[in-house]
């Protein structure tokens, strides 16, 4: 099932609606890992980092009024070139899925197989809070890109490099919380982001400890995936949830407290898998995968921070499992962040869902790194030409799938794809999910199972929709949509509805406005059609 846009902008492009896994269960890496090819994540031995060259000598980062600490009371004032961040809030309330989304909690639906459906009455503490700049705390607006690009000695995370925009003790990250869902960047109106979507905070520098919450201020712990202090866990809920999708396409949260719980100790979610799952394991939730550094990468595939067992190099194999390591260690940015993926040699090394994305060379055992993203189409996205490896690269999955790829818009002139299963009939299809086979344009002989009346954002219409199924605006100058049949003329319209030509689907006619006019609830005319009253 196909990303929608609608919810995309909703969540700041971090809440992936989807199917078979749920999105917030898998962290997406949408771009390849390790463009600078493997490494431990480490840096080069520059020395310990201080309190910063703006206080030479001065207390650590994470300290009251230095970057990453509390800020000073009373004024809440933190040291010079920085800022107190408020912590977020709804309403002067906590901040929850709910409360600040309008996600509704779910339950299973009964009704329909595979989906789930609002609860009736919700409880409020079975709601999903969402915690940003926990207290308040002292950072800077940073450039999050220099802590993803090597610096001038071709190693990730060096002194040089990352911290540019931060002090020497704090590093620039764009993650909040250890479960993510926000982004720094969705907290800032566009003409705020400094550095458009890569706009993150300074934060405090830490090490990983499975044990402990690595030293970070109270409220906050240390993030396994970049080594940076986050804002920590507070509620079971927050380890326990899940989106959810509902058959008309909208999502709920649904909470499995066979997921994990949160550690007050630690302040991160911590879970007892089942057996000793390891690198390169299928996985649909990252309580699938190795206990305090697992992660379930999307392809549906577990993957670890602090890449345990690691070799040195020049193999950066790791994640010994009876005497053969089965990953690759790749650098993962921030505070000298790393992650250890399935290595692999041809996509069919790597599980159903995933490709083999080529390292440019050879460590240990493997070529490439398996992860769940595509590519088959060749474009030049910079326009400059002629195409070149810099511009793209061709990833094909495994013999039995083919690469079910994104439409091109104005945000991604070179989208990846999936690597999904194909059909030709509608009966190679789940019928229970509505699924029908939508074939590929000529020449292809195959398709994809698609659901059919799925939500869709005014930005992409039909972009988003299937089956040549057409975007209807569920208000009059609203901002979602619903997939939906289109018609060409009266005749393909149910009796009393006629073609609405201008958007391509069927409309109620209607002869003057504001309510009472239409008959279905909450419509009022407009325009000579009845539409959704926005109001």
Do not use: K
Not at 63 to 76: D, E, F, K, L, V
């Amino acid at each position: 099932m196909r990303t929608h846009s609608s919810y995309l902008g909703l969540l700041g492009a971090l809440l992936l609606v989807g199917c078979p896994t749920n999105p917030i269960d898998i962290i997406m890496l949408d771009v390849p890992a390790g463009d600078a090819g493997p490494g431990d994540g480490g840096r080069a031995d520059t020395g310990p980092r201080d309190g910063g060259p703006d206080a030479p000598g001065g207390p650590a980062c994470g300290t009251a009024g230095r970057i990453g600490g509390p800020c000073r009371t009373p004024g809440n004032t933190c040291e010079t070139g920085s800022m107190c961040q408020g912590e977020l809030s709804s309403m002067g309330m906590p901040f929850t899925i709910r409360s600040g989304f309008g996600i509704e909690q779910g339950e299973a639906d009964p009704s329909n197989p595979g989906y789930f459906r609002e609860v009736t009455t919700p409880d409020p503490a079975d709601d999903v809070p969402l915690v940003a700049a926990e207290g308040g705390f002292c950072t800077r607006l940073c450039d999050a890109t220099l802590a993803l690009e090597p610096g001038p000695d071709g190693m990730f995370g060096t002194i040089d490099d990352v911290d540019m925009d931060c002090s020497s003790c704090s590093t620039c990250s764009t993650s909040i919380g250890t479960i993510g869902l926000l982004a720094t960047y969705i907290l800032y109106p566009e003409e705020m982001r400094t550095f458009g979507n890569d706009t993150g905070w300074c934060r405090a520098d830490c090490e990983f400890n499975p044990e402990t919450n690595g030293g970070c201020p109270d409220g906050y712990t240390c993030s396994a995936s970049g080594n940076v202090c986050v804002e920590a866990c507070q509620s079971d809920t927050e380890c326990q949830f899940s989106f959810e999708n509902q058959r008309n396409g909208t999502v709920v949260t649904v909470l499995d407290p066979s997921r994990g719980t949160c550690n007050a100790t630690t302040g991160r979610c911590e879970w007892t898998p089942t057996g000793t799952p390891h690198v390169g394991d299928a996985c649909e939730s990252s309580s699938d995968c190795a206990a305090d550094v697992g992660v379930c990468i999307n392809g549906g595939t577990c993957a670890t921070y602090t890449c345990p067992d690691a070799e040195p190099g020049p193999s950066f194999n790791c994640d010994l499992d009876g005497g053969v390591r089965n990953g690759i260690c790749l650098g993962n940015g921030e505070n000298f962040g790393s992650i250890c993926i399935a290595g692999c040699n041809t996509s069919d090394d790597c599980n159903p869902g995933n490709a083999c994305l080529p390292l440019g060379m050879t460590a240990g055992r493997f070529t490439g790194y398996c992860l769940g993203i595509c590519d088959v189409v060749a474009s030049d996205p910079d326009g400059a030409g002629p195409l070149t490896a810099a511009d793209d690269e061709i990833w094909n999955c495994r013999t039995d799938e083919r690469c079910d790829m994104n439409p091109v818009t104005s945000d991604d002139a070179d989208p990846n794809g999936t690597c999904r299963p194909t059909c030709t009939v509608d009966g190679d299809c789940d019928a229970t999910l509505g699924e029908r086979c939508e074939l590929q344009p000529a020449p292809a002989t195959f398709g994809f199972c698609r659901v059919p009346d799925q939500v869709c954002s005014p930005d992409a219409l039909d972009a988003d929709c299937f089956l040549d199924q057409v975007c209807d605006l569920l208000a009059f100058e609203g901002n979602l949509g619903l997939c939906t049949d289109g018609c060409t003329a009266d005749g393909d319209c149910a009796m009393g509805d006629v073609c609405d030509t201008a958007r391509g689907v069927c409309r109620t006619p209607c002869t003057g406005t504001g309510a009472g006019v239409c008959t279905a609830p909450a419509e009022v005319c407009q325009a000579g059609y009845c539409e959704q009253n926005t109001m």
